[in-house]
């Protein structure tokens, strides 16, 4: 592959041409983004294609196209036969639109207006201020209201991204003791809906802002969840619903300020019933020089979000403490997904 595993320093692999490959790594990005923006993986669900035939149905050139599809190819994302035409591997049905856990939605939004963010990244790093919001004038969420088909793909690119989280989440945490279960920021609802489907004495409460509720329903429906969740809508840093005996909030407390976050959690403390549990599923940045994607997810939230961060859990734990709970418990899912659990205290 053109990036070794973790771009180790070896006698392969001298130590400048590590760096001169981790300077470059966002050509390979760039070239997925290509990929998903064409629908090259859609086209070859069927089987093999030369470049020609796809060419002619995306309309690009087609010594171009191998070009790049040779590239995608050496990483192992599509392959070349031996009558030079390409088809899909493990890794490539990822960019297929209906692919369970596909990333062609995510490939293109964060291939697009996120992408040019991260040009503007020493905007962030000299103010401390996001670089989207520089860039066009907005914060990233109200871009996507005032942009509707850039949103739309945002979405679907969140939803599908989450969607093994979720079940990994479930798998992982023993929700049984929990009667009524409050998802604060739910979004559409699919996370609430999958924990409510296994624990079916359970009631919940989904929890968002009025202009998400009206998909929200729809959602909970189809899940066959509706009886048992209400659905309210409302801003969690003025109030959340009261009376629920465990309130969960799914990647929330990373779009917030220390400050912020600490407001939303002391919102939650005096909703919830004496010996409450607070559940956050977020990523955990592990200390030191520790290998981790949310290192550079971190980066990612300062580029886009104002007061957007990933935090460590010693820094959880200070936020527990300043709104009313005690850190229990950290479950590490497969995936190095986190959640974390507090009691009220």
Same mark, same amino acid.
Not at 71 to 78: E, K, M, N, P, R
Not at 281 to 300: A, C, N, R, T, Y
């Given at each position: 592959?053109?990036?070794?595993?973790?771009?180790?320093?070896?006698?392969?692999?001298?130590?400048?041409?590590?760096?001169?490959?981790?300077?470059?790594?966002?050509?390979?990005?760039?070239?997925?983004?290509? &990929?998903?923006?064409?629908?090259? @993986?859609?086209?070859?669900?069927?089987?093999?294609?030369?470049?020609?035939?796809?060419?002619?149905?995306?309309?690009?050139?087609?010594? @171009?196209?191998?070009?790049?599809?040779?590239?995608? &190819?050496?990483?192992?994302?599509? @392959?070349?036969?031996?009558?030079?035409?390409?088809?899909?591997?493990?890794?490539?049905?990822?960019?297929?639109?209906?692919?369970?856990?596909?990333?062609?939605?995510? &490939?293109?939004?964060?291939?697009?207006?996120?992408?040019?963010?991260?040009?503007?990244?020493?905007?962030?790093?000299?103010?401390?201020?996001?670089?989207?919001?520089?860039?066009?004038?907005?914060?990233?969420?109200?871009?996507?209201?005032?942009?509707?088909?850039?949103?739309?793909?945002?979405?679907?690119?969140?939803?599908?991204?989450?969607?093994?989280?979720?079940?990994?989440?479930?798998? @992982?945490?023993?929700?049984?003791?929990?009667?009524?279960?409050?998802?604060?920021?739910?979004?559409?609802?699919?996370?609430?809906?999958?924990?409510?489907?296994?624990?079916?004495?359970?009631?919940?409460?989904?929890?968002?802002?009025?202009?998400?509720?009206?998909?929200?329903?729809? +959602?909970?429906?189809?899940?066959? +969840?509706?009886?048992?969740?209400?659905?309210?809508?409302?801003?969690?840093?003025?109030?959340?619903?009261?009376?629920?005996?465990?309130?969960?909030?799914?990647?929330?407390?990373?779009?917030?300020?220390?400050?912020?976050?600490?407001?939303?959690?002391?919102?939650?403390?005096?909703?919830?019933?004496?010996?409450?549990?607070?559940?956050?599923?977020?990523?955990?940045?592990?200390?030191?020089?520790?290998?981790?994607?949310?290192?550079?997810?971190?980066?990612?939230?300062?580029?886009?979000?104002?007061?957007?961060?990933?935090?460590?859990?010693?820094?959880?734990?200070?936020?527990?403490? &300043?709104?009313?709970?005690?850190?229990?418990?950290?479950?590490?899912?497969?995936?190095?997904?986190?959640?974390?659990?507090?009691?009220?205290?």
């Amino acid at each position: 592959m053109f990036l070794q595993e973790n771009t180790q320093i070896s006698e392969e692999m001298p130590s400048q041409m590590v760096m001169i490959q981790l300077a470059t790594s966002y050509w390979v990005s760039r070239a997925v983004y290509a &990929a998903a923006k064409l629908g090259i @993986a859609d086209m070859l669900k069927n089987g093999p294609h030369s470049c020609d035939l796809l060419a002619n149905s995306t309309r690009t050139n087609p010594q @171009a196209l191998y070009r790049l599809m040779r590239a995608l &190819a050496s990483v192992g994302i599509f @392959a070349e036969n031996k009558q030079g035409c390409f088809t899909l591997t493990p890794l490539a049905t990822y960019l297929q639109s209906d692919a369970p856990n596909s990333i062609r939605a995510f &490939a293109i939004s964060f291939g697009e207006e996120h992408y040019r963010a991260w040009g503007d990244i020493i905007h962030s790093i000299q103010t401390g201020d996001n670089a989207f919001q520089n860039l066009y004038g907005m914060p990233v969420f109200q871009y996507y209201a005032q942009n509707s088909e850039a949103g739309k793909i945002f979405d679907e690119a969140m939803t599908n991204v989450s969607a093994k989280d979720k079940v990994e989440v479930v798998a @992982a945490y023993d929700f049984s003791s929990i009667h009524k279960l409050v998802d604060v920021g739910g979004g559409y609802g699919s996370f609430i809906a999958s924990i409510l489907k296994v624990n079916p004495t359970m009631e919940g409460i989904l929890f968002e802002r009025p202009s998400v509720i009206a998909g929200a329903k729809s +959602v909970l429906e189809t899940e066959g +969840v509706s009886e048992r969740c209400q659905v309210v809508a409302g801003n969690f840093l003025e109030s959340v619903p009261r009376g629920g005996d465990a309130y969960i909030l799914k990647y929330v407390i990373h779009l917030l300020d220390d400050e912020r976050a600490i407001a939303l959690l002391k919102n939650c403390h005096s909703a919830m019933v004496e010996n409450g549990k607070l559940l956050l599923v977020e990523q955990i940045v592990p200390p030191g020089d520790e290998p981790s994607w949310s290192k550079f997810l971190d980066i990612h939230m300062l580029i886009a979000i104002s007061g957007g961060r990933e935090r460590t859990k010693m820094e959880y734990q200070t936020l527990f403490e &300043a709104s009313g709970f005690k850190l229990t418990k950290v479950i590490t899912t497969k995936s190095n997904i986190n959640l974390i659990e507090g009691i009220r205290v």
